[in-house]
């Protein structure tokens, strides 16, 4: 089992940044690729960026990149999401989301494990 528990959302303006966190416990962590997902109100959640287990390999949506990056540290057992050029779009709920063998790591499908989500407010 996988416990994860998001941080780091908060109000800020657009142009700002913001660094999200997800601490998981238990056993998995280092053999699970991550995710990042949001949901906006009023619409479906949506991939955000994912990393595999070793970091190795990154992935992330059209609307984000160059913008946001994806990292893990294995010992902290910690996957983070550092957002830079913020914009009112960005504003949702964002979860990080965790598998161990995804088929399709960009479907929500894919992941077994999720956190309660933490809240990204962008204002213009």
């Known amino acids: 089992q996988v416990q994860l528990v998001e941080s780091g959302g908060g109000l800020v303006q657009a142009g700002g940044s913001l660094r999200l966190s997800c601490a998981a416990s238990?056993?998995?962590?280092?053999?699970?690729?991550m995710g990042w997902f949001r949901q906006a109100p009023g619409k479906e959640r949506e991939f955000a960026a994912a990393?595999?287990?070793?970091?190795?390999?990154?992935y992330y949506a059209d609307s984000v990149k160059g913008r946001f990056t994806i990292s893990r540290d294995n010992a902290k057992k910690t996957v983070y999401l550092q957002m830079n050029s913020l914009k009112p779009e960005d504003t949702a709920v964002y979860y990080c989301a965790g598998t161990r063998s995804p088929p399709d790591i960009y479907y929500s499908g894919s992941y077994s494990y999720w956190g309660q989500g933490t809240q990204v407010t962008v204002s213009s």
């Open positions: 990393i595999s287990w070793s970091g190795g390999s990154t």
């Open positions: 238990g056993v998995f962590f280092s053999t699970s690729s």
